[in-house]
């Protein structure tokens, strides 16, 4: 039996490989085909995209900093920040690659200050700066992908950012409860 459904694979990708040219898809009468699917995307999609990458990126590497704080609160919001967007940053890298676009590789400068400042800082300063830069993040991340799902034109990347959206949103709820959290304690 497994060897007759390997001698029918076989065949079968033989004759695909043998087909004539006329399968091959061609672009659609009076439309001319994009030279590769990075020129597909407008303008809005590039911007989203690589703000998306920058953002998420800097997620993880500011909430792998976050991990010092002695605040456990902190850390389960670093930790849960690290799982998500890790998950997040592969699927808008699958898009990309798919797609043909290359993601930033690096934090944009605002990111990098970031990262050093909260590098020297610790203990309550440290909590209290992070916390707040997750809520100033989350703020604009929430509005970029708000904006992909309603005007994008990738589908691809308009899903994604439908997809990814309640859990930005969720992020950026649980930040100013925990930000405000901080603030209160430090108050007293």
């Given at each position: ?18 087909a004539p ?10 439309r001319?085909?994009a ?7 407008d303008q809005e999609?590039?911007t ?11 997620e ?9 704080s ?9 930790d ?5 967007h ?31 400042k909260?590098?020297?800082l610790h ?5 209290e700066q992070y ?5 100033e993040?989350h703020n ?7 904006q ?17 959206l ?18 209160q304690?430090?108050?007293?």
């Amino acid at each position: 039996m497994m060897l007759r459904l390997l001698a029918t694979t076989a065949v079968v990708a033989v004759g695909l490989l043998a087909a004539p040219p006329i399968f091959a898809q061609t672009a659609q009468p009076g439309r001319a085909a994009a030279t590769s699917p990075k020129d597909a995307l407008d303008q809005e999609d590039k911007t989203f995209v690589k703000e998306a990458a920058i953002g998420g990126m800097a997620e993880v590497e500011l909430s792998r900093i976050a991990q010092k704080s002695e605040n456990a609160d902190v850390k389960r919001f670093a930790d849960r920040m690290i799982q998500d967007h890790t998950k997040a940053n592969e699927q808008l890298t699958s898009i990309a690659t798919g797609l043909g676009v290359d993601l930033p590789k690096t934090l944009d400068s605002e990111h990098e200050r970031m990262r050093e400042k909260l590098q020297t800082l610790h203990g309550k300063a440290f909590d209290e700066q992070y916390m707040h830069g997750m809520v100033e993040d989350h703020n604009k991340a929430v509005k970029l992908f708000q904006q992909e799902e309603r005007s994008g034109r990738n589908t691809e990347l308009k899903q994604f950012a439908q997809k990814t959206l309640p859990t930005l949103e969720e992020h950026h709820k649980m930040a100013i409860e925990l930000s405000r959290k901080l603030s209160q304690t430090a108050a007293q």
